[in-house]
């Protein structure tokens, strides 16, 4: 089985996405829904996807529960939830027992927005986390090379959790990238309890000027750090259509994987995916 494991549903008509108001989002700024992914995971091959939060909001998680409940290809939902609530344990065990709750794989925050640096390492944050992971769910990292060092110390905080960094930490790679960068997700992986997504990298690189080739230093940087268990293959459809198409953007992470080897890009296709979240694979 062939997982996307990174991919958002949303409705700019039904909600509000702060992050989706620049101008040069303008392309992505409409609806896009399950009718509108299985096409395209059906020529390109994919088996099933796990559908990511796009924004702060119980209710787009409820909303994603409902959906994965009647999509039989979306085998899990990475939410979001309040880190900050003291009643988040509630929270939680309401969700898990709703329609779709067994599809409740994650939960994410968009870290890389927050003013605070150390916004991860806050007193109630940690506790949040605590009550996540008494439940059994991953956390994905939402996070730039700034946010990087708190990531690795939550990390470090937590070593019997499940942590996946999302596309790779945004490496900077229309700038050629950053030994910053490249210091930090090393330092990330040393944490054995952390899987990294290699999505999202062509809307890092120069929208109308990137290849497989110029993306492939950063992937083999992540497999580098991570090793061939820790990798994992993500869309992040449909912002990646900003650069490329769903085709065109797995393509070139295939070519990139396939570089490292079929071990490597068998992995991180699937099996990987299964581990960090620990979904049915059929």
């Known amino acids: 089985m062939i997982i996307d494991a990174h991919q958002h549903f949303w409705d700019p008509a039904r909600a509000d996405y702060p992050w989706m108001n620049a101008p040069e989002l303008a392309p992505i700024r409409r609806a896009f829904g399950p009718a509108d992914l299985a096409p395209l995971l059906k020529a390109n091959g994919i088996d099933a996807s796990i559908v990511v939060q796009c924004r702060s909001a119980l209710e787009e998680t409820e909303e994603f529960l409902r ?90 905080a937590f070593p019997q959790a499940r942590f996946v960094l999302d ?28 899987w990294c997504k290699i999505s999202g990298l062509a809307t890092e690189a120069k929208w109308d000027d990137w290849d497989a080739e110029r993306l492939f230093p950063f992937v083999a940087h992540a497999a580098a750090c991570f090793g061939e268990d820790r990798l994992i293959y993500g869309s992040d459809w449909p912002v990646c259509l900003l650069a490329g198409s769903y085709g065109e953007i797995k393509g070139a992470l295939d070519a990139c994987l396939a570089k490292l080897g079929p071990v490597v890009r068998e992995k991180a296709f699937g099996t990987n995916a299964k581990a960090a979240y620990r979904v049915a694979m059929g």
């Open 67 to 156: 959906i994965a409940h009647v999509t039989p290809s979306v085998i899990g939902v990475v939410g979001w939830v309040d880190l900050t609530d003291g009643g988040l344990g509630d929270t939680l065990d309401r969700l898990l027992v709703a329609p779709g709750g067994n599809k409740l794989v994650g939960i994410r925050h968009q870290v890389h927005d927050e003013s605070d640096a150390d916004w991860l390492l806050r007193e109630d944050v940690q506790r949040g986390l605590t009550a996540m992971f008494a439940r059994d769910l991953a956390y994905d990292f939402l996070v730039r090379t700034r946010e990087l060092p708190a990531a690795i110390a939550t990390a470090q």
């Open 167 to 194: 596309h790779a930490a945004k490496p900077p790679i229309a700038d050629g990238g950053s030994a910053e960068w490249s210091e930090r997700i090393a330092a990330l992986a040393a944490c054995g309890n952390v």
